[in-house]
């Protein structure tokens, strides 16, 4: 029997030797792929952060693109405010001349205009019935005196000498045909005038002579303004 025990304890001894170095195994290879998968999340973690920072980095770099681009849009708006606001200005202050420095640039004007002298001047409704009649004999006047001889002023001066000087400049008229006229309709316009020749018209309203002036020195009222 005592071989029998001594038997059995060896196998019992020899298999739980074999247990233990089973589970050793077992051990080593679940740390080995316990460390492999570690160094492989950490791999992609590395990666995902990796990416994330990239992905970050492009997005920061389209927002500040695209504020930029806003931001200039928003500067040309400004500035297109503010000179907007200058020509404004400048139309208003046109509009709001005195009274006789506003008939002498209208009477300028006309004369600028005019080619046949026979022309009809539109006024605004307003403008009309306060300066309208002033601007066409100061025009006409004006035409006149290009037109017709000028007598001595020694001459002139007496009263015989001014009635003559009158008959010369009335005669002048009617064989010239110079006289502009006053015409019936207005327009609504800020200031000026429209000039009407038969079908021909001359625009000479302020707003658009400031919106012409605008186009062709803007950039400089710019460099002016934002230097």
Do not use: W
């Not at 208003?92 to 300028?108: A, G, R, V, W």
């Not at 005196?145 to 009635?163: C, D, I, M, Y």
């Not at 006053?182 to 200031?191: N, P, Y």
């Amino acid at each position: 029997m005592e071989g029998i025990e001594k038997i059995t304890a060896k196998i019992a001894q020899d298999a739980q030797a074999e247990i233990e170095k089973l589970i050793a195994e077992a051990e080593e290879k679940v740390q080995s792929i316990q460390a492999t998968a570690q160094a492989q999340a950490q791999e992609e973690a590395g990666d995902i952060v990796e990416k994330g920072r990239a992905a970050a980095s492009e997005r920061l770099e389209r927002l500040s693109s695209a504020a930029q681009m806003e931001r200039r849009k928003l500067e040309l708006a400004s500035k297109q405010e503010v000179l907007g606001e200058a020509f404004d200005l400048a139309l208003n202050k046109l509009c709001t001349l005195p009274e006789k420095e506003y008939i002498e640039l209208l009477t300028k004007l006309a004369l600028e205009a005019s080619t046949s002298g026979k022309e009809q001047l539109i006024f605004s409704q307003k403008d009309r019935a306060r300066v309208g009649k002033q601007v066409v004999m100061a025009a006409n006047e004006a035409l006149l005196k290009e037109r017709a001889p000028s007598l001595p002023p020694e001459v002139t001066k007496s009263r015989v000498g001014t009635l003559m000087d009158k008959l010369v400049h009335n005669t002048t008229a009617i064989v010239t045909g110079a006289g502009l006229t006053l015409s019936e309709q207005t327009r609504d316009i800020k200031g000026g005038f429209v000039m009407v020749d038969g079908d021909v018209e001359i625009n000479c309203a302020f707003e658009t002579l400031v919106r012409l002036q605008r186009e062709q020195i803007e950039k400089k009222v710019a460099d002016v303004l934002f230097q």
